[in-house]
């Protein structure tokens, strides 16, 4: 047991120095993943951006700009708005990392994907 | 089976000596959504202008099944392409009324509300109350099953039907066949019957003679207008696959607001126009949304599909009108 403390302490320890270590290793990758606006806008039928890069702890919006009903509905089942009439939005906040495609279940040829780091 | 012996078969040679050739039938295709009359039976369509009478034989209606199809009411849509869809939805209504012949009864192929709502179901429902024809018969299209898996629209049109509101019925010898193809859809893909469906279909069909005239009616085109705006059905070979043995088959859509029509084998394909308003040609715009026209403009692409099955000649008329 005190083995195996000791190694879980010496693990808690690396895990803080690379946290420590992430921001600036990673500084650049954030730096453009915070650029981009965590807003999708939903416009001729597409999401815009398609593909929408952000990061861990961000909170997404979709906002639909057609006079045609939309909803966002996440392809593994992670996440589903309602349907979103013109100017209604849906907004989603990703706790962790991975890529989440998603598509209008009303008009599947929509599709899109948010990747967080 | 053995063509030359189907009683359709010899019906159509008949066809064939009065009606016009298939280069005179896609030169008319032309022409659609302007008001031409349509005669359609297993490929050999004859025409005639819209208004004009049909020589008596044609238009004898003992015996005659008559029906209307109207589509795509999206009651609440609101915004600059229609602000008042009540009112066209109420000038279709008019139009049915106006008739020569009073329909056996309606077909409506869906988007009957834009957002499911029981008062836009009421809403419809009380302009059709005004219709000579009483009864209507539905099927869904993606804007009536917005919440719930449908259940406010099932509850409403559904209690006759099965799975998300599929059913058949026979009407003067011609067999009827209502489908939902708005649901479950499936990232990147187009309209879907899903496999209980079409085990369904299979079996509905099984014991038809061949002969029978068969009607399918959808929202979503069960042919491919336009994969690229989602205007198709993923399995919709399937389905048909099952219809192949029929002499007669007419398919009647909404979904598209325009009116369309392709002919293969013994299939005939129809799209409706919508009471509320247009949408844009197949890759004429960046989206399929609502299409903005000028004010005088808008009622001459909305309308109505009068259909007309003439028992003795086995053959379908399929008659597409504006609303102004």
């Not at chain 2, 209502?178 to 509905?204: H, P, R, T, Y």
């Amino acid at each position: 047991m005190v083995a195996r403390n000791k190694w879980t302490l010496g693990l808690r320890t690396l895990v803080m120095i690379s946290t420590l270590l992430i921001p600036t290793l990673n500084s650049k990758a954030q730096e453009q993943a915070q650029k981009s606006p965590a807003e999708v806008k939903i416009d001729n039928f597409s999401f815009g951006p398609k593909t929408l890069t952000v990061s861990v702890g961000t909170e997404v919006t979709w906002i639909n700009r057609d006079d045609i009903p939309h909803n966002i509905v996440s392809t593994d089942g992670v996440f589903e708005s309602k349907v979103r009439d013109t100017n209604e939005t849906f907004s989603y906040k990703f706790v962790n990392p991975g890529t989440y495609p998603y598509y209008c279940s009303l008009h599947p040829k929509m599709t899109g994907k948010i990747v967080v780091h | 089976m053995n063509e030359s012996n189907d009683p359709i078969s010899r019906n159509f040679e008949d066809l064939n000596q009065d009606g016009i050739d298939r280069r005179g039938f896609l030169k008319c295709m032309a022409w659609a959504g302007t008001g031409l009359v349509w005669t359609i039976s297993g490929g050999v369509p004859v025409s005639r202008a819209l208004g004009k009478r049909a020589n008596d034989h044609e238009t004898s209606r003992s015996g005659d099944l008559s029906f209307v199809q109207i589509s795509d009411s999206h009651m609440g849509f609101n915004k600059a392409a229609n602000p008042d869809v009540a009112a066209t939805l109420q000038a279709a209504v008019d139009r049915i009324n106006a008739l020569p012949e009073r329909p056996d009864f309606l077909l409506h192929t869906g988007d009957i509300s834009h957002l499911s709502r029981p008062e836009q179901f009421d809403t419809v429902d009380q302009i059709l109350k005004s219709a000579g024809p009483k009864d209507v018969f539905f099927v869904p299209g993606e804007h009536d099953m917005l919440e719930d898996n449908g259940k406010t629209y099932l509850d409403r049109y559904g209690k006759a039907t099965k799975g998300a509101g599929w059913y058949s019925f026979d009407s003067r010898g011609v067999h009827f066949i209502g489908l939902v193809n708005v649901m479950n859809l499936k990232a990147g893909g187009l309209g879907s019957l899903g496999q209980e469906q079409l085990e369904w279909i299979e079996e509905d069909v099984k014991n038809l003679r061949s002969s029978t005239p068969i009607i399918v009616f959808a929202h979503i085109p069960l042919w491919n207008v336009y994969p690229e705006w989602g205007w198709g059905t993923d399995d919709s070979g399937q389905a048909l696959g099952y219809l192949k043995r029929f002499g007669s088959v007419t398919v009647l859509n909404g979904h598209i607001h325009q009116t369309m029509q392709k002919v293969e084998g013994s299939v005939t394909f129809h799209t409706a126009m919508s009471t509320a308003f247009p949408q844009p040609q197949p890759g004429k715009a960046d989206s399929p949304g609502p299409m903005k026209v000028p004010g005088e403009q808008l009622k001459t692409m909305l309308g109505i599909t009068d259909v007309n099955y003439v028992q003795r000649r086995h053959s379908l008329a399929v008659v597409d009108s504006t609303l102004g």
